[in-house]
Nanobody
Framework: QVYLVESGGGFVRAGDSLKLSCAAS????????VGWFRQAPGRERESVVH????????DYADFVKGRFTVSRDDAKNTMYLQMNDLKPEDTAVYFC?????????????????WGQGTQVTVSS
């Protein structure tokens, strides 16, 4: 199976940018539906963006459209999340995830492989 490790989180000010990485090992990311999720303290884990298995179709949550961009480098077996114009409400732990059961999905329960998460904190 695939193993996922996130990196790139940090402490930034509102309006700044960060780029998160999700390095995969064991299996190619293209073999899975994958996505980025986030979880803020006291809140449910929510989908930020998800990618269809085998192709690059994407679907972004409304709250990040126009600010966040997902990309995937298959040669490096790595997925990225470029986050621009960050807001304090973007503060959360960000996770990448892969699904062995669905081709396309935005629900936490549809994903069964998770990284450890990376903290993003945005100050006002």
């Amino acid at each position: 199976q695939v193993y996922l490790v996130e990196s790139g989180g940090g402490f930034v000010r509102a309006g700044d940018s960060l780029k998160l990485s999700c390095a995969a090992s064991g299996r190619p990311l293209i073999d899975y539906a994958v996505g980025w999720f986030r979880q803020a303290p006291g809140r449910e884990r929510e989908s930020v963006v998800h990618l269809r298995r085998f192709d690059l179709s994407t679907d972004y949550a409304d709250f990040v459209k126009g600010r966040f961009t997902v990309s995937r480098d298959d040669a490096k077996n790595t997925m990225y999340l470029q986050m621009n114009d960050l807001k304090p409400e973007d503060t959360a732990v960000y996770f990448c995830a892969a699904s062995t059961t669905v081709l396309w999905g935005d629900k936490r329960d549809e994903y069964d492989i998770w990284g450890q998460g990376t903290q993003v904190t945005v100050s006002s």
